[in-house]
């Protein structure tokens, strides 16, 4: 499989109330959302979106409840029409397809997860997974071998037979995720996904994600209002207030730099060290005496471990090669895991 | 003291209107009334055929079939005695051929109403506008005394089956199209959102996800329009509908108890075969619904 396409977002406005494409010049000039719903009765949800999503990769976005999160995924396949803006996969411009080529980018290029499973309550966990391919018109044998393949692959065999409300939460959600898996698309898409888990299970779930996108390298989407899960899953995340991007970049960079004080008191919470790189922290202009190394591009927690059973204060950093670029002592390491960031 | 007296038109305009409509109406009557009876020729020709079939068969064939049909549907050995009995109560009362013409019509005008309903139900499930417009006409056709429809029906007619079919159509069809418009629009937005994103066309999320989903209340509706068909075969068969509803009338005109009482059980133990059926059957279908996780 090659490269996935990444989806790149362009000024994306998206405005509820009749006269939505009136209203967006209006936003353009500054009204605020406050303002536009007291004036004009308009809700604005999505204000402005610029996110460039890379192909292969996770891309979180969080927010809130009416943050508008929902809304921005929705627009990828557009199940909700832009009021102004641009949503491109490679070159298309999904908000200019027709009805027909939106259902056939909807069919073969991307599939969705849903916070509440949305499966069909009246088929089986196999009949609900072929049932991408089934609107595609793939033949039903043929269907039923590639949902097997994924129904196993995501733990679920033996229950192929079984009905939705049979199994629990996380089983249903595992079907929701071969569902999307069967149709074989380069985007996944997936809307507060494990939100309805709780949590032993939704870590459970990251997982299976995280191994999955090791093998597959699909262009994820993952909308989520969990910060920790945000950081786990994400290559890069966005995070949305009101409509709008307030910040974008690593989880780490979200983490050391936070862009406002929002988002400061959002990250204060977060297990610092299962965020920040060994790299970010290590001091490249030295070498260790001893023979001790870590591994560039893991965690500090990991590192933290590595220090605590060897019992050394430091350790030399070294890269894919083996070369040392840089050293790790024990007192960064630390302060670096329970500094707070400030703003 | 012009306060008094409502000022009513008077009594010649009435006259007028009166005359000018139903003369027109007995034009069109005799200008279309044979092309209309024409068109619903394969109807009554098809009630008539199955009319004969039931009453012509032996009775131990026609008593197997209605017991292998309604162990079928129910799967249920209690239902399916019930019905052998019930049917053969029937019998001994006299009232089999009776009941059979009863049982044909109402078969036939289930079968009518379904096929009409669904496909109104569904059409007017697709929008609020159609929505507005559908439902006063039938409330019209649920509140409208049924003889009040059917002095046109049977001006164009005449006595006889098909103005008795209408009729009972008319009177039964309103739950069918209004519970099918009601289980589509109870589907989980959840899951038609589902649908889209994975690309369903119209068709393929009506027959893939609102119809299936909408099945239960469809069901209901089918199960309420069997039980207005039977309610209406009396008056049905004051338009010379043959069967059991003319048993009733006969009674009703005579005074004849027994005979009254004996006819109008024999209309209620079908309607509670037909329900139980149809019920037993409908619940088969939603099996996926019983089994919970624990």
Not at chain 2, 254 to 259: F, P
């Amino acid at each position: 499989m090659g490269e996935a396409t990444g989806i790149e977002i362009k000024n994306l406005y998206k405005i509820f109330g009749p006269n939505g494409k009136e209203m967006v010049q209006k936003v353009k000039d500054g009204m605020s959302k406050a303002e536009l719903n007291e004036k004009f009765n308009h809700v604005l949800g999505l204000n402005n979106i610029n996110i460039s999503m890379p192909g292969g990769k996770i891309q979180v976005v969080m927010g809130l409840s009416g943050s508008g999160k929902s809304t921005l995924i929705r627009h990828i396949n557009r199940l909700i029409d832009p009021t102004d803006g641009e949503v491109l996969y490679g070159s298309d411009d999904v908000c200019k397809m027709s009805q027909k080529e939106l259902r056939e980018f909807r069919r073969h290029k991307t599939a969705m997860v849903f916070q509440k499973f949305a499966l069909l309550p009246h088929r089986t966990v196999l009949k609900n997974t072929v049932y991408g391919l089934e609107i595609q018109g793939v033949p039903m044998k043929e269907a039923e071998k590639r949902a097997s393949r994924w129904i196993a692959r995501v733990g679920l065999e033996g229950f192929e037979d079984h009905y939705p409300n049979q199994l629990s939460g996380g089983m249903q959600q595992r079907v929701g995720l071969a569902r999307a898996l069967t149709n074989d698309a380069d985007i996944l898409l997936m809307d507060e996904a494990f939100s309805a888990l709780d949590p032993l299970i939704r870590m459970d779930m990251q997982t299976v994600l995280l191994d999955l996108q090791e093998e597959l390298h699909k262009t994820v989407v993952f909308i989520t209002h969990d910060l920790d899960e945000a950081l786990r899953l994400g290559d890069r995340i966005a995070i949305l207030r009101d409509g709008a991007v307030i910040q974008q970049g690593s989880g780490q960079e979200i983490v050391l730099r936070p862009a406002d004080k929002y988002i400061a008191d959002f990250v204060k919470e977060v297990n610092r060290g299962r965020v920040i790189l060994v790299d970010t922290v290590m001091d490249t202009t030295k070498r260790a005496e001893n023979d001790l190394t870590i591994e560039s591009g893991i965690m500090l927690e990991e590192a933290a471990k590595t220090f605590a059973e060897t019992g050394l204060g430091e350790a030399n950093v070294v890269n894919r090669d083996g070369q040392p670029i840089g050293v790790l002592n024990v007192q960064d390491t630390i302060s670096a895991m329970v500094t707070p960031a400030t703003h | 003291m012009d306060w008094i007296e409502f000022p009513s038109l008077s009594r010649g305009d009435m006259l007028t209107i009166k005359k000018t409509i139903d003369g027109s109406f007995k034009e069109f009557t005799r200008a279309y009334g044979d092309l209309i009876d024409k068109f619903f020729d394969p109807l009554q020709d098809f009630l008539v055929l199955l009319e004969r079939l039931l009453i012509t068969s032996p009775w131990p064939v026609v008593l197997a079939f209605f017991a292998a049909v309604v162990f079928l549907m129910s799967r249920k050995v209690s239902i399916t005695i019930g019905t052998v009995i019930a049917l053969s109560l029937i019998g001994v009362f006299g009232l089999w051929e009776d009941t059979m013409r009863t049982i044909a019509m109402v078969t036939v005008c289930t079968m009518l109403a379904i096929v009409l309903g669904i496909p109104i139900g569904i059409f007017m499930a697709s929008s609020d506008r159609v929505q507005r417009l559908v439902n006063p006409i039938l409330d019209l056709m649920q509140t409208m005394p049924s003889f009040v429809y059917l002095i046109p029906v049977v001006m164009i007619f005449g006595i006889g089956k098909v103005p008795g079919l209408i009729a009972v159509v008319i009177y039964a069809i309103p739950p069918m199209i209004r519970l099918t418009n009601l289980g589509i629009r109870l589907v989980d937005q959840d899951v038609l959102e589902a649908a889209d994103a994975f690309g369903s066309s119209g068709t393929q999320k009506l027959m893939n996800v609102q119809l299936p989903l909408a099945l239960p209340t469809i069901m209901a509706g089918i199960n309420q329009c069997i039980m207005m068909s039977l309610s209406m075969v009396v008056v049905a068969s004051m338009i010379g509908v043959k069967g059991l509803g003319q048993e009733v009338l006969n009674a009703i005109n005579n005074q004849y108890l027994t005979a009254g009482v004996l006819s109008g059980l024999a209309i209620v133990s079908i309607a509670i075969i037909f329900d139980r059926a149809t019920q037993a059957y409908g619940k088969r279908l939603q099996k996926h619904s019983e089994v919970v996780h624990g």
